[in-house]
């Protein structure tokens, strides 16, 4: 028994480390931008971004959450899985370039975001289709246990796009890279990134492996999750998009960096769901025992949302010294929205667990059903919000009531449901 948790720690241990490391170096590189830029300039980058992470999950079909099951049920088709991938970052390659030109009629209030776009929106497909690339291949890594190549496909374009900003302030002091340079950069780094993925996955796969995995049933599968799966991003990130097109670039920072202290709360409970989510699926699938499952789930979002809580509660005196301490004194404001923010937290939390949970008991479905209702429910509870305090005060209010929502539902539909087939069963 000792044994076995030591090598979960010794495995686990990379995994947390890039997920440390990734929340840490975003933090870093928005506090760089912030700092040598100004509101206005990270308002406008951080605007255009905001959106067009959201077209990758667009594009995978759920074929992520797939894999990872795949993969960790049927470990020796990793090759036909990858197969299927890679000829689907391949088709998919078009369709990210019409996405990425479909941004260029969005009403941006953010600066000169509309000019930005206009001139480099196939910069913005490249971007998407490396997104895309990067983020088949983790779904590969986690459920083999190999969280030391998660974590250099995770922090590497983090690190070159904080690395280069430095070394221009550093080489060339005084001078501005604007936000289309900035966003330039971002996607030179996923690039590299995109390589060093295929790379690992090509060394990882035995040579001669002849074992095949019907692609039917991935897409079957992934079927079953996109539209779960994307709305499940479009819900979280309903206020990031809705902000996009109410509020000047300046405003849009300073929100944004709310969000990005938030990660900081939130990325514990992030990191133990993903952690975790292996052995949700084995306690189904292999042992059979769904109501140690059960027992999981609520152990689980008790000490996530109770420490999410403690934390939320404790540094809400105090953002008003660690936001200008981190970012510069111009983004004072950031503080005032991240003490409403931080307590979606142990909400988030929850959500994170429950999904989880369905996923394992091959319900799929149940998630689609709460990530659109979830969806739904945002509009009006940001457009209420909005009308009465204001557009980013209510933005972050309603942030807060939503995942409270959310949560309860996740939870008590999770907690209910059993499995949808025998344990061990086809898909």
Known sequence: MI??????????SLLWAAEVGGVGLRLVTIALLGRFYGPEILGTYLSIVALAQLLPRILDLGLPLAIGYF??????????CMRISALHVLISTPFAMGLAALLMLVPFEAGNATEVVDRIWWVLGIYVVAELSCSLARAAFIPRMQFGAYM??????????????????????????GPATLIELLTASSVIAALLAGGIVLHTVKRGEQLQLDGGDMYRYGSRTYVSGLAKVASQRFDRIFLTMLLGASAFAQYSVALSLREMIIFPANLLALTLRNQQIDLVAHKRDVARARRLLLRVSAIAAGAATAIATLLAPVWGFIVPLIFGDGFSGAAHFITVLAFSCPFLAIVSFAWNHLYAMKRPGRVTILTCVSLVL?????????????RADGAAVAAVIWAAMVAVGSFVWAWRTTPLTPAGGQI
């Open 378 to 390: 945002a509009a009006p509870t940001f457009a209420i919000a909005v009308t009465l305090f204001g």
């Open 152 to 177: 250099s496909v995770m922090l590497v374009p983090l690190v070159l796009l904080a690395a280069a900003v430095t070394l221009h302030e550093v080489a060339f002091p005084g001078t501005v890279l």
């Open 3 to 12: 044994a076995r948790i030591g090598r979960f720690a010794k495995q686990s």
């Open 71 to 80: 993969v960790r049920v049927y470990p020796d088709r990793l090759a036909s």
